[in-house]
């Protein structure tokens, strides 16, 4: 073998050298940039999950935030009830008993317009009890309302109707005339209880505030998809300051009314809840000494 062919056969296995060396740095540099890629999506899988985490822990946070608010709100409603429980029903008790003993005792040592007297104490005194009781037991039936609420066909005329009556006497003692101009064939869907609950306070708030010879009105407004109702009086009106006071949890306003008959603002925040719960709303229009006006919606029955 000559020279020249030598030369030829060894640049031959030095090309191949170098081949072959590249093919190992290649791959060298192929499995480097596999590894890279794989610390690179760890670390962005990562970044993602602790992300999840903090938008999960701010969630957590503003639940507690609510939940915490929620239980504060109910603490201090309990703590009002028994306020209401120690004093509004207590006292008036007191009163009817006081009386009933000083008749009991002395009976016969008063004449007969004394008699009627105190009878008409007690009359007042138990009455307005009787308001304030229902008005504790609804609300605590309102506590648990998405399972109390029962929605029917009910006719508002025939309802209203029976209300009015239920409240002839109080309105009589104030001779306080009543009228309402609904349709007879007027329907709407709503729970039963809740909506004499609402009708009841509204008129009693207005047999309240209404002086001697005063006037009540009741009328409703048809829509497509619901019924305006409106309970209108001609008596003493609400101030701008005690109308921001309304329909607050924080505040159970209540002035007394034309006779000094007691509340307690439970009334207008029950029909506050009822009538939200039936996806209404309830508003009123009121100045001092020109009367109130409440208007509330409720579904329309077609």
Known sequence: MNTKKIDNLNRLKLSKKKVSGNDKSSKSSD????????????????????????????????LVEQRTSKLIEIVSTNGKFLSIIAHDLRSPFSSIISILELLKMRMKEFNKDEIQEYIDIVYKSANNTLTLLDSLLNWALSQNKEKNFKPVKINLFDLL???IESLKTIAGQKQITMSHSIDPGLNVVADLQMVKTILRNLISNAIKYTNDNGEITINALENKR???????DNGVGISSENQRKLFKIEAFHSTPGTHDEKGTGLGLLLCKEFVELHGGNIRLESEPDKGTRFAFTLPHYI
């Open 31 to 62: 499995l480097s940039y596999t590894t890279s890629n794989s610390g690179s999506f760890s670390e962005e899988h990562l970044s993602s999950q602790l992300r999840e985490m903090q938008e999960l822990n701010t969630s957590l946070e503003l």
């Open 161 to 163: 109707k029976e209300e």
């Open 226 to 232: 619901d019924v305006e109702v409106i309970v209108k």
